[in-house]
């Protein structure tokens, strides 16, 4: 039994005087020794006892508490022999209740990592006063109480993915096994696993373990539905692993994780380009020299980390092209070496040379060189970073801001301001500047000469007093570069030290312009190459279980598409079928017209008529490319009938306008009157012009209207009525309504004078009368017993000269 030596001496002893006792009294000492035993494997503290608080103190209260008593127990202050120990116990205890996690594990199972055999009470079950140990009946299955505790550490819940896991993703990458209960090959790849744990965890990746059984929520939000999986999350993004579980392949899956472009190769022949775009990115320079022929991925890891603030570059010193570089900078190759080159290319700003670099050693040598020594104020957080915010138990943080431009006059200035800096380098004053080009709202507020400033630079030194923008500053001098000017900074700088009293302006200051907001859609391009990759690299491993409601969302939208194209095939098909006319009826009505009898019923969708005017801007799209069943309602206009007409149209039209297929229009005759004559050219039957005119009168199309139907090429034609009080209206009604009717047609041939009569009288005609039989050619055309007169291509509207 695993317990405490001296309680498994006891029980032998008891075992042997048990020998020559009775049986029931054997029994009963027995099972005193093993209510000993298990009272001697209680826990030893109780955390609640020790800091004095209930077990429902908030955090708050526990932490005032914990402040209290360690500095009345701590040994340099309390000289009691006991109080280094209840020291530590009042450590271990605020340790156990500050934690969540272990607080919730002592709630429930009362043990501590201290108490617990094998590292949790999973391992054992607590009846009453007793303890069961499992090992009489361990059994090697990957159950939830005998997995390994090395999982335990790495445990993620719903809540805690979210919340950290993911935001911590854009900072290092994160490995994750998925497991189960109960789960053989998971046993196979534990091994494995455990190796590659403890060399990428040392390299700075983020490790989680997530059993589906206990948390099938997030299991499902990361989409993995089968165990043993691995899977890494990167920038928020999952991508699964699909190789063979070996370490070599989960070593380079990690280093596949990472983005491409992390760290650019450097050799004689780009290394100043490399090194002399620090301004225009506004970041220092990290050169690693190394022998390795590849990029090491604790580097790329710490490039990745630290993308935001630093650019990384990598020399190959096995390579020739790297000698003259290895040369300039006294290199050693019997260790990397890492530069970090600020403002001054030809001297690195600080340096770092070991063999086996450590994480922690490289992350605290990025930290300190996150900045140039005169940083320019690109966007807030930025800002942010380099003059926080003033913190009441800190010491005072002040910035000297520059304001100034990137025009070559300003050159000898912004020299001078970064060689005052670099001469005066203290931890409570930070130097920037800033372009009053690209940061205008800001600098408005700090110039006080405004005229002035547009031509000199100016020197502010501010003081950030909350989140919300209140700052205090004072304007110091106007920046040219001269001595005057960097004794009199130098000389506020000191008085700032013994009296910051001395800002005594205060203002808002507003959020800044992020100048690198442009590169956004090179980012978009880079975003789109790695989802199109990570898609490519699911569909080439068969991760269809992953991969379904891409291909279902593919799939709906090629049947969609397909099955459209077949129903307006078939539409169109039948469309061209003419059937006979009838005798009484006219022509018969056509499959694939506009709309039916009924369309007409259709209540508007709007309360108005979108009417557009037709030009050879519109021209193309509202007739030449009309969809397929769609039709164009065009009404022919002068300038001087423009406003009467449109309105009358519009509440002829009106009812119609609930149908999707109609489109309607108007078309100035002044400017188009050569391209109404060559469209009319087709309908010559329909427009018949009395022989006594000798063909020299000029006709009058205001007030007729075009039904286009631009996909089939054909139209039909609405002619002026007058609906007056001559007894011979009905004619005309006959006439013009019969315009497109064959029987209409034969009826104007066999009295053609009286049509000459009717045309020349039009011209008399009031002009809000011309189109009062418009509504019932309107359903006419919705029937599809129009007369059609079809066009062999559509003349073009721009070529055709305007009528004078």
Not at 323 to 336: S, V
Not at 400 to 428: C, M, P, Q, R, Y
Not at 554 to 572: N, P, Y
Request: hydrophobic share 35%.
């Amino acid at each position: 039994m695993r317990r405490s030596t001296g309680g498994l001496h006891l029980l032998e002893v008891s075992v042997m005087a048990a020998s020559k006792m009775s049986v029931p009294l054997a029994v009963v000492v027995v099972l005193s020794v093993l209510l000993t035993g298990a009272t001697h494997a209680g826990p030893e503290m109780d955390p609640y006892k020790i800091l004095g608080v209930t077990r429902t103190a908030s955090q708050a209260e526990i932490k005032k508490v914990y402040k209290r008593l360690a500095k009345e127990w701590h040994p340099d202050k309390n000289k009691n022999p006991g109080a280094e120990d209840m020291f530590i116990k009042i450590t271990k205890s605020y340790e156990i209740l500050s934690s969540e996690d272990k607080r919730a594990n002592y709630d429930r199972y009362g043990q501590t990592d201290d108490t617990q055999p094998y590292g949790g009470a999973r391992y054992a079950h607590r009846h009453d006063s007793f303890y069961f140990d499992e090992s009489f009946y361990n059994f090697p299955f990957n159950s939830k109480n005998q997995r390994d505790f090395a999982d335990n550490k790495y445990t993620l819940h719903f809540n805690q993915y979210v919340n950290d896991v993911v935001l911590d993703s854009y900072k290092r990458p994160y490995l994750i096994k998925i497991t189960s209960d109960w789960c053989f090959s998971c046993i196979h790849i534990e091994p494995v696993w455990k190796e590659v744990v403890q060399e990428m965890e040392t390299l700075g990746v983020g490790i989680g373990v997530v059993d589906v059984g206990y948390e099938r929520r997030l299991a499902n939000h990361l989409g993995a539905h089968r165990t043993p999986s691995i899977l890494g999350v990167i920038n928020g993004k999952v991508t699964f692993f699909h190789y063979a579980v070996a370490k070599e392949h989960l070593r380079q899956f990690v280093e596949d994780l990472l983005p491409q472009r992390l760290v650019e190769w450097v050799t004689d022949k780009n290394d100043l380009q490399f090194l002399s775009s620090w301004h225009e990115l506004n970041k220092p320079h990290v050169l690693l020299f190394d022998q390795v022929p590849v990029v090491p991925l604790l580097y790329k890891l710490t490039a990745f980390a630290y993308k935001d603030y630093l650019q990384f570059g990598y020399v190959d010193q096995g390579l020739s092209e790297t000698a003259n570089l290895q040369k300039q900078f006294n290199i050693n190759t019997y260790a990397p070496t890492m530069l970090v080159f600020k403002e001054n290319i030809d001297k690195p700003a600080d340096i770092i040379q070991a063999k086996g670099m450590k994480k922690q050693i490289i992350d605290e040598f990025m930290s300190n060189n996150r900045f140039l020594l005169v940083p320019r104020l690109v966007n807030q957080k930025l800002f942010d970073e380099l003059c926080p915010v003033k913190q009441f138990h800190r010491r005072r943080k002040y910035c000297v801001l520059l304001i100034t431009g990137d025009e070559e006059t300003f050159s000898f200035g912004n020299h001078a301001f970064l060689s005052f800096a670099s001469t005066n380098t203290k931890d409570v004053v930070r130097f920037a500047y800033v372009y009053q080009r690209l940061q205008q709202p800001l600098c408005d507020i700090f110039m006080q000469n405004k005229d002035s400033a547009e031509s000199s630079a100016q020197v502010v030194i501010l003081e950030r007093r909350n989140a919300a923008g209140k700052a205090l500053f004072k304007p110091v001098t106007a920046w040219n570069g001269s001595e005057e000017d960097k004794q009199r900074l130098l000389e506020e700088l000191e008085r700032l030290q013994k009296d910051p009293s001395i800002l005594v302006h205060d203002a808002m200051l507003p959020e800044l312009n992020n100048e690198f907001a442009s590169m956004f859609v090179i980012r978009w391009i880079y975003a789109s190459y790695d989802y199109l990759s990570e898609v490519i690299d699911d569909i080439l491993h068969n991760n269809w279980r992953e991969m379904m409601p891409l291909l279902s969302l593919i799939f709906s939208a090629l049947f969609i598409l397909f099955g459209t194209v077949v129903i307006q095939a078939f539409s169109d098909s039948s469309e061209d079928k003419q059937t006979k006319p009838k005798a009484k009826d006219g022509t018969k009505a056509e499959n694939g017209s506009p709309g039916t009898g009924s369309a007409s019923s259709r209540p508007p969708k709007k309360n108005f008529v979108e009417v557009t005017e037709l030009t050879d801007i519109t021209y193309i799209s509202n007739l030449v490319k009309l969809r397929p069943g769609h039709m164009n309602i065009v009404l022919v206009i002068t300038d001087a009938s423009k406003n009467i007409l449109l309105s009358k149209f519009a509440k002829e039209v009106y009812s119609f306008t609930g149908s999707p297929t109609l489109h309607f229009s108007f078309l100035n005759i002044d400017k188009h009157g050569e391209w109404m004559n060559t469209l009319l050219e087709y309908a010559q039957d329909a427009m018949q012009i009395d022989e006594d005119d000798g063909g020299n009168h000029k006709m009058d199309y205001t007030g007729y209207v075009l039904a286009l139907n631009g996909h089939k090429k054909y139209l039909c034609l609405f002619k002026p009525v007058y609906t007056g009080e001559d007894p011979d209206s009905k004619s005309s009604e006959d006439e013009g309504a019969g315009s497109g009717g064959r029987s209409r047609s034969s009826s104007r041939d066999d009295h053609p004078p009286r049509r000459s009569k009717r045309s020349r009288s039009l011209s008399t005609l009031q002009i809000h009368h011309k189109l009062d039989r418009l509504g019932l050619w309107m359903e006419r055309l919705m029937e599809g017993t129009l007369h059609r007169y079809y066009i062999p291509t559509w003349p073009g509207l721009d070529k055709i000269t305007p009528s004078k």
